[in-house]
């Protein structure tokens, strides 16, 4: 009986617009942060500044501090985070709430790091958007 108890407790993690898994990697000279939906989700999320108030004030000398907002999402599954940090670029990413449908994250990036591409693309049930770091 526990088994079935199990599995209906996993369903909501298959629902379109799940944020199911967020996870950084490194290609050449960029590094990534990516965020990975069960589609359809159709929103690259917004970025913005964001607060150093969540982060440590210690060596953070030029460092800069963004958010990204994705709104519409039906469940937060933040059971398959895969982050490796601090990179080179990437340094920090705070854990958020979901409130109303509503996540953010704030991620804080070392000095001279700058975001250049924020893109976004389906792959077979999975939506992905991606943050670019140089």
Request: proline share 5%; with cysteine; aromatic share 14%.
């Amino acid at each position: 009986m526990s088994f079935g108890n199990q599995s209906l407790q996993a369903q909501p993690c298959l629902q379109p617009g799940s944020l199911v898994s967020v996870f950084n990697t490194t290609k050449g000279p960029y590094e990534y942060l990516v965020f990975k939906f069960i589609a359809p989700y159709n929103s690259k999320g917004m970025v913005a500044q964001g607060n150093s108030n969540f982060f440590s004030p210690l060596n953070n000398e030029n460092h800069t501090y963004h958010k990204i907002t994705f709104q519409g999402i039906t469940n937060f599954c933040s059971d398959k985070w895969i982050l490796n940090l601090p990179q080179k670029k990437i340094l920090d990413l705070k854990t958020p709430e979901m409130l109303n449908g509503t996540v953010v994250y704030q991620f804080e990036l070392a000095a001279g790091a700058k975001i250049t591409a924020h893109t976004s693309y389906r792959q077979q049930i999975y939506y992905f958007v991606k943050l670019r770091i140089e």
